[in-house]
């Protein structure tokens, strides 16, 4: 079942696309980072993840196809929004963030990119 809800990105070409997370100084979010791209490479999702603090939010946000920020910097949403208004920015569900969930963060990165081509 989890595999068939990472066949749109499949679909939508060769071209990775970038899911790049902000936290306070990128740290944070290593981990979580680290297990996302396991449940990447595991069900074969064409991504590129990468985490960076904060400061970075409008220059590298601008390479990325979907932005997360960590829960510690909610907000920041608007300003983020405000820098990158062509992209899609959302914050990680606490919960999910809490508990390091790699598919599930990935789930939602997947969905948001989905939801922004629509």
Not at 54 to 62: F, S, V
Not at 98 to 115: M, N, Y
């Amino acid at each position: 079942m989890t595999c068939g809800f990472f066949d749109y990105l499949k679909v939508l070409g060769m071209e990775k696309k970038k899911i790049y997370l902000f936290c306070s100084a990128g740290m944070s979010t290593s981990l979580l980072v680290s297990k996302m791209k396991a449940q990447a490479e595991k069900y074969e999702v064409p991504v590129i993840i990468a985490a960076y603090p904060e400061a970075l939010a409008a220059e590298k946000g601008a390479e990325a196809d979907v932005i997360l920020l960590g829960p510690q910097i909610a907000y920041t949403l608007a300003e983020v929004q405000k820098q990158l208004p062509h992209k899609p920015v959302e914050v990680i569900d606490s919960v999910l963030y809490g508990k390091l969930d790699g598919l599930g963060v990935l789930k939602a990165a997947v969905a948001t990119i989905k939801k922004a081509n629509q």
